[in-house]
């Protein structure tokens, strides 16, 4: 994909940072505002789409909106679930925007949540009752986070060494990664003491990560909060960042330019993996309490739409995320209350998603987000 | 010892024959589609729907062969989505791919809840081990007609690719779209007629899925095998007769671990059960170069670079 870039917006950016020098702010507002008004009208349209849909199925979209508003956010119980679920939404959401940046389309999140959330229940389980509950928890993410950053640093350096194609090896990664999972729970590792689904030991509460005091929500949510802060500013304020950008915007000129650019290349699908790594350990120590296959929850794939939506930018994840977080959240209210399939609000993503890349055929058609001068230029 | 090495050697010859069927599908669908110069990731969406829609015709109907019908239609109109978002400018073949794999499984999951619980009429095997006395080599050569229906399609594949005008607009058109343009050839019309066509196909395969093998729906029906025959058609080197051999080759890996489980061999299913994902990555591994792009690859595709 080196040939046909993501960040198609390179070239536009040049222009209207060449043009923010002797302009005004005014210009580089209406140019950016086309990324924040092309992606609302997306939304905008794949909610009539859905809306449509209900109606044509007999059921409400009135009703729809109402239970998602009550299940994700309208009461302090439902908002605390909402940022509680958007935690591993916000950090595989990360793991999609970082290899974007440098030109790959990496979808081996959920393989690296999975395998990292596991890999760190496994560790955790001999260290019980030996060392105490801090350090075991900060071992824990840490090998987390190098589990998830080693398995899609491996597509990453697949890609780079041998050209293999990182959509499909980091997707063929996942299912590797669910596999291997799956191998110890109903093998080596599972709890014998648990005869309903095979899980390792549990953790047990003393090693469990707490809540933010005065909320329900884990600490997972603030971490992926400051993993954005930090992401941004690796990759839009650094030395590093920049060198990845360029890669992304032109694989050939980095080249030329001497730029390292398989350790780019690596570094930034391990920083990925080693994200959802991380929210794999939330799930684990924050949550489930022990490793099975409630992990593979799908929030590897939501975070593909979540950072799309984002448009790659750490800084917009977050709100995005807690968006799909509410929707997801609010999942079980409306399977119970309008009689819907649990899948209800994978077609609403996919839905979401569909319309959204369809509308990236929008940028650059509409003069008034240009600056006056380039109206007549196309 | 020996009964048993031939037994799972048996029951891998018939595994790879039914494990394969699916596989055949879906990498001929994209290998027409690819050889036109586009890439549709979606198809793992299309197998799953193609299922769950030939399960429920064949329930209402009672007709299993009108479920793969109805597979195909399911699968053709997903294809047409993907061939008409792709058609715009400025939109990202790979990228669209992956919201229609989340889009196909989404709306297969949504309709198909109620089909989980009722049995729907199966497609027919034919009994190809009439000659011999071994209930094993018997049961093992129960071979689905959708089975040589893949490899006729196969064959007239390759023969009208190579042979026929509309072959050479296809292979024109994915080699050189600015040549297409210039002989007069909507390069979108084109893409837009195989993306159909391969998703027509990607939806039987789903059919063989719910209808043949495994036989049943369920939403754990296909766990990427839309996503392998994808990467086969690499390894196939976008030839149709080279992915029927391929797709048997991944049949053989898939039926690795249940040939074992039929002889008592229960250690390591899991692991059994990841060798086709190992499989593919490996050959993809072996089959790619990162400084020059793969032998015979039709010139317009972006994707293996």
Same mark, same amino acid.
Request: positive net charge; charged residues 10%.
């Given at each position: ?73 309208? $009461? ?303 | ?19 394969? $069927? ?23 969406? $299309? ?232 499989? $593919? ?25």
């Amino acid at each position: 994909m080196s040939d046909a870039p993501l960040a198609t917006e390179a070239p536009r950016d040049v222009i209207a940072a060449s043009r923010a020098a002797r302009s005004d702010f005014a210009v580089r507002l209406r140019a950016n505002s086309e990324y924040v008004v092309i992606p609302l009208f997306a939304l905008a349209i794949a909610a009539a789409l859905f809306a449509l849909f209900l109606v044509a199925i007999g059921k409400s979209p009135v009703d729809f909106i109402s239970y998602v508003w009550r299940g994700g956010f309208g $009461t302090s119980f439902s908002l605390q679930n909402t940022l509680q679920r958007s935690a591993p939404l916000i950090l595989t959401a990360l793991a999609v925007a970082i290899p974007a940046r440098i030109g790959l389309i990496m979808i081996g999140g959920e393989g690296a949540l999975v395998l990292g959330g596991f890999a760190s229940a496994a560790l955790a389980i001999p260290m019980i009752g030996h060392v105490p509950p801090m350090p075991t928890l900060i071992v824990m993410g840490l090998f987390a986070m190098a589990v998830g950053g080693f398995w899609v640093g491996i597509a990453g350096y697949l890609r780079y060494a041998r050209g293999v194609n990182e959509t499909i090896s980091s997707l063929l990664l996942t299912y590797i990664g669910i596999a291997i999972m799956n191998f110890f729970v109903e093998g080596a590792l599972r709890d014998l003491t648990d005869p309903n689904k095979p899980s390792t030991k549990p953790l047990g509460s003393a090693y469990m990560i707490g809540t933010i005091p005065g909320t329900e929500v884990h600490w997972g949510f603030v971490f992926g909060l400051v993993l954005c802060v930090a992401l941004y500013f690796l990759m839009s304020r650094t030395t590093f960042g920049f060198a990845a950008r360029v890669t992304g915007g032109n694989f050939r000129a980095a080249l030329a330019q001497g730029l390292p650019v398989g350790r780019l290349i690596v570094t930034c699908s391990a920083i990925a993996g080693a994200c959802a790594g991380l929210a794999g350990f939330f799930e684990v120590a924050a949550i489930q309490g022990r490793a099975n296959a409630s992990l593979a929850a799908g929030y590897g794939f939501t975070g593909i739409l979540v950072s799309f939506l984002a448009r790659h930018n750490p800084l917009i994840i977050p709100p995005v995320a807690i968006l799909f977080g509410g929707l997801v959240a609010s999942g079980g209210l409306i399977q119970r209350r309008m009689d819907l399939p649990d899948a209800t609000v994978l077609v609403l993503q996919g839905l979401i998603f569909v319309v959204l890349l369809t509308s990236e055929t929008l940028y650059g058609r509409f003069s008034i987000f240009k600056p006056p001068g380039e109206k007549d230029r196309t | 010892m020996n009964d048993a090495v031939l037994t799972v050697l048996i029951a891998m010859l018939g595994g790879a024959i039914r494990v394969s $069927t699916p596989f055949m599908f879906v990498a001929l669908g994209e290998c027409l589609t690819e050889k036109s110069g586009r890439v549709n990731l979606g198809l793992e969406g $299309t197998l799953v729907l193609g299922a769950m829609v030939a399960y429920a015709a064949s329930y209402h109907t009672g007709s299993p062969w009108l479920g793969v019908l109805a597979a195909g239609v399911a699968g053709s109109f997903l294809g047409a989505m993907h061939g008409t978002i792709c058609g715009l400018p400025r939109v990202n073949d790979v990228a669209v791919g992956i919201a229609m794999m989340l889009f196909g499984t989404g709306v297969a999951f949504f309709f198909g809840k109620p089909y989980i619980q009722p049995e729907a009429p199966r497609l027919g095997s034919i009994p190809l081990g009439f000659w011999s006395d071994s209930p094993n080599l018997k049961s093992a050569l129960q071979v689905n007609p959708l089975f040589f229906v893949g490899i006729l399609i196969a064959i007239a594949l390759a023969w009208s690719l190579r042979n026929t005008r509309w072959g050479l607009v296809v292979r024109t058109v994915g080699d050189s779209a600015a040549a297409a343009r210039a002989m007069g050839i909507s390069v979108n019309w084109v893409r837009f007629l195989t993306t159909t066509v391969g998703g027509f196909l990607a939806g039987v395969g789903g059919a063989f899925l719910s209808l043949s093998y495994p036989g049943s729906w369920n939403q754990g029906l296909s766990s990427g095998q839309g996503l392998m025959a994808v990467a086969l058609v690499i390894f196939a080197r976008w030839n149709p007769l080279r992915c029927v051999a391929a797709a048997l080759l991944f049949g053989g890996a898939g039926a690795i671990g249940p040939s074992l489980q039929s002889v008592g061999i229960t250690q390591g299913y899991y692991f059994f059960n990841a060798a086709p994902y190992i499989l $593919t990555l490996a050959i993809m591994i072996a089959t790619s170069s990162a400084k020059h792009s793969a032998r015979d690859m039709p010139g317009e595709l972006s994707m293996a670079k």
